[in-house]
């Protein structure tokens, strides 16, 4: 057996059927193997970048590793802005790039090349990646891929990568002979996790506005339904960060939904006036504390990591957390599920009743966003967008003001995902992924995206109309790139530069690209057409993109200067204010 055979049937048994992939002179090898695996199904991508982020998004909604495989030097080097997507969110996938043969390495010379498209690629990807490796001794390929894929899926999971010599890859190898990979032992001290979940339980217990916070380290642990489970069962109201939206349906009667610098106000407010934040898998990044000193600053807090490192950062940030938990989302559940399987529902109804209060005095879409003319209003559209929405579909969004748009607007239905690559976010991220996820689920994919993100990997519109992925593909057309435009008022005096056709860029015809590549186009000009164009969109039997007319002047509202406190956007309230505005559910001001 080849080493290339070998690397694919341990591809297909970990699950994955569609490997993303581009071809090249040295990984010929590997994709001769994976090509001709009877249980894989490769997908070429037009640009390396695409094959990771389709990569990316595949593990997201498979909830499995995703692969993606690129040649040497610049196929490699293009890669690494979708392996960042992984490394940032924390998603199991592996990348496997082929290499010079063996007697072309430069090793520990000077020089620096040797062979053709030859680049270190080990050095490259060590710093975004779990673990980075070049295979150079053939019976070492079982080791290395139990390893990696151990490591992409273990801890806080994470991007992988083996870089192998293109000579390697058609090495002959007996596998009864190759040895394998053993990880250590997890070792967890259950007696002082159990002491800090009950500190921390007596902490929700003696709360008046509890508050938990669900991170996206519960989806990586796999707990998104005990997760669920335990907030229902305790009756506290959940707060979710952005990669969490889709954990619960928007009117949950315990949902907040956001909280940050670009979040709803009303989320703003339950954070800031909580007692009591139990924050379970999530970093509290600056996106959504903006200042750790002031994130919350009346709440005790219990903060749940499996990463150490991120523990870490509060003190150096000005938050001391009352406790810190360095544990899996499991483990953590595991004991709070046993500590308080005697605990009975909190009465929270004048807390709830604040929240509703809230999210009814400061919604997202208030009417005059409907009546605006001459134009899209994007709270508009994402407010007509999540009602002609269904049921389990997926959505996902790019980067810039598109995607603060659809996180603030949209509205999650049950069993929906919505994914986005929420730290890095790099524009033109929505397209690949949108190939990524129709692999991994077999459903309709719709996309929100600017029109700068759409020109970023736009030629992988030619693989969505190869395979007729059903991709609805909703372009925010701002003339330009509407996130640095507001940012340029807030620092800048509005002294725009690099940011629209007046001052340099480029802003072609959309449609006329799209329909370049078979891929047919409608468009929505303003307001009174987004019921019909949307539902034209959503109901068309196969990939369509729709060019949305937003005011090149659109901003995002409510958008906060980072660095600045939650509480410029939603006060922490005295006692007798906070008394003065409470509205308990079904009462009238």
């Given at each position: 057996m ?9 591809i297909a048994n ?6 993303f ?10 994709v001769d ?7 894989l ?13 389709a990569a ?8 499995n590793?995703g ?8 196929g ?6 979708g392996v ?5 969110d924390?998603?199991p996938?592996?990348?496997l ?9 430069r090793g520990?010379s ?6 053709f ?21 053939p019976k ?20 992988v990568?083996?870089?192998?010599p293109?000579?390697?890859q058609?090495t ?5 002979e190759?040895?394998?990979?053993s990880?250590?032992?997890?070792t967890?001290?259950?007696e002082g996790l159990?002491?800090?979940v009950?500190?921390?339980l ?8 509890p508050l938990i916070i ?5 989806r ?5 339904k ?5 907030v ?5 109201p959940v ?5 969490t939206k ?16 670009s979040?709803?106000r009303y989320g703003n407010?339950?954070v800031?006036?909580a007692?009591?934040?139990?924050a379970?898998?999530t ?20 903060i ?8 870490e950062?509060?003190p ?5 957390p ?11 559940l ?5 500590l308080?399987?005697?605990s009975s529902?909190?009465?929270l109804k004048?807390?709830?009743g604040k ?13 005059e966003?409907?009546?605006q003319?001459?134009?899209v ?8 967008l999540?009602?002609q ?15 603060t748009?659809?996180m ?10 919505l994914i ?6 790099p524009?033109g ?18 996309c929100?995206?600017g ?9 992988e ?11 609805k ?16 008022d807030t ?5 725009y ?5 007046q001052?340099?860029?480029?802003a072609p ?15 929505i000009?303003?307001?009174s ?25 659109e ?7 980072p ?8 006060p922490r ?6 008394a003065?505005?409470?509205?308990i ?5």
């Amino acid at each position: 057996m080849r080493v290339s055979d070998y690397i694919a049937d341990f591809i297909a048994n970990q699950g994955v059927k569609h490997p993303f992939l581009i071809t090249g002179g040295a990984v010929f090898g590997l994709v001769d193997g994976v090509a001709h695996h009877p249980k894989l199904d490769y997908i070429c991508t037009e640009n390396e970048q695409g094959a990771a982020m389709a990569a990316d998004a595949y593990s997201r909604i498979n909830n499995n590793l995703g692969v993606a495989i690129s040649t040497s030097g610049p196929g490699a080097t293009n890669l690494i802005t979708g392996v960042c997507c992984a490394w940032y969110d924390s998603i199991p996938t592996l990348f496997l790039t082929g290499q010079v043969s063996s007697g072309k390495l430069r090793g520990d010379s000077q020089v620096r090349q040797l062979g053709f498209q030859e680049t270190d690629t080990v050095a490259l990807f060590s710093s975004i990646t779990k673990y980075s490796s070049q295979v150079r001794d053939p019976k070492e390929i079982r080791y290395e891929l139990e390893k990696a894929t151990h490591l992409a899926r273990s801890g806080r999971p994470g991007p992988v990568h083996l870089d192998i010599p293109n000579d390697v890859q058609r090495t002959e190898v007996n596998p009864a002979e190759l040895r394998g990979y053993s990880p250590e032992r997890r070792t967890v001290d259950y007696e002082g996790l159990g002491r800090k979940v009950a500190q921390a339980l007596d902490m929700l217990d003696g709360a008046e506005r509890p508050l938990i916070i669900l991170g996206a380290g519960v989806r990586l642990a796999k707990s998104e339904k005990r997760a669920r489970a335990l907030v229902e069962r305790l009756n506290i109201p959940v707060a979710l960060t952005w990669a969490t939206k889709d954990f619960l349906p928007y009117d949950h009667p315990l949902v907040i939904e956001g909280f940050g610098v670009s979040s709803g106000r009303y989320g703003n407010f339950a954070v800031q006036n909580a007692d009591m934040i139990l924050a379970i898998g999530t970093r509290l990044d600056t996106h959504e504390s903006s200042n750790l000193a002031l994130f919350a600053k009346g709440a005790r807090k219990v903060i749940v990591d499996i990463d150490k490192h991120e523990l870490e950062k509060f003190p150096i940030g000005g938050m001391e957390p009352e406790v810190v938990i360095n544990n899996d989302v499991v483990d953590f559940l595991n004991a709070v599920e046993y500590l308080s399987r005697n605990s009975s529902p909190r009465n929270l109804k004048e807390w709830l009743g604040k929240i509703n209060h809230w999210k009814e005095k400061y919604p997202i879409c208030p009417a005059e966003c409907f009546q605006q003319k001459g134009t899209v209003n994007p709270y508009a559209f994402m407010d007509v967008l999540s009602r002609q929405s269904k049921e389990g579909d997926i959505i996902i969004t790019d980067a810039g003001a598109t995607l603060t748009w659809t996180m603030q607007g949209f509205r999650i239905k049950e069993g929906q995902r919505l994914i986005t690559a929420f730290n890095n976010s790099p524009m033109g991220y929505s397209l690949p992924a949108a190939i990524g996820a129709y692999f991994a689920s077999g459903k309709p994919i719709v996309c929100t995206m600017g029109d700068g993100s759409m020109q970023m990997n736009v030629q992988e519109l030619a693989t969505v109309r190869h395979h007729n992925i059903p991709a609805k593909l909703f372009i925010f057309d701002n003339k330009g790139y509407g996130m640095i435009r507001q940012t340029l008022d807030t620092y800048m005096g509005s002294r725009y530069a690099a940011v629209d056709n007046q001052t340099k860029l480029p802003a072609p015809n959309l449609r006329k690209v799209a329909e370049a590549y078979g891929i047919p186009t409608s468009e929505i000009r303003d307001n009174s057409g987004l019921e019909d164009g949307i539902r034209h969109v959503l109901e068309y039997d196969g990939p369509i993109v729709c060019n949305v007319n937003i005011d090149q002047n659109e901003r995002i509202q409510p958008k906060l200067i980072p660095g600045k406190s939650l509480e410029e956007l939603a006060p922490r309230l005295s006692d007798e204010e906070l008394a003065r505005e409470m509205i308990i559910p079904g009462e009238k001001k």
